[in-house]
């Protein structure tokens, strides 16, 4: 069974930094492309960043030069750094593995 954990989420203000951690598992994690997505209130989720099996990232133009999404495929783990958040930023992340969903993280920027 295909399991997607997300953790690190919170409060963080504008300018500030926080580290998203998704734990997979039920898969042969390093063979496949993970992703982030986002959902704020009201709005459509969109994609935020995604690595491929081989390493090579895509980032939304929004976050491009400010989050940067990784994996360590020993873990089972993906990462998305966010550095110099914005209020903007403020959704519910969600880890994702073609159509599976992890239940999502909260952050929040604010002052």
């Known amino acids: 069974q295909v399991q997607l954990v997300e953790s690190g989420g919170g409060l963080a203000q504008p300018g500030g930094s926080l580290r998203l951690s998704c734990a997979a598992s039920?898969?042969?994690?390093?063979?496949?492309?993970m992703s982030w997505y986002r959902q704020a209130p009201g709005k459509e989720r969109e994609l935020v960043a995604t690595?491929?099996?081989?390493?090579?990232?895509n980032y939304a133009d929004s976050v491009k030069g400010r989050f940067t999404i990784s994996r360590d495929n020993g873990k089972n783990t993906v990462y998305l750094q966010m550095n110099s958040l914005k209020p903007e930023d403020t959704a519910v992340y969600y880890c994702?593995?073609?159509?599976?969903w992890g239940k999502g993280t909260l952050v929040t920027v604010s002052s």
């Open positions: 690595i491929t099996s081989g390493g090579t990232t």
């Open positions: 994702n593995w073609r159509a599976n």
């Open positions: 039920g898969f042969t994690f390093s063979r496949y492309a």
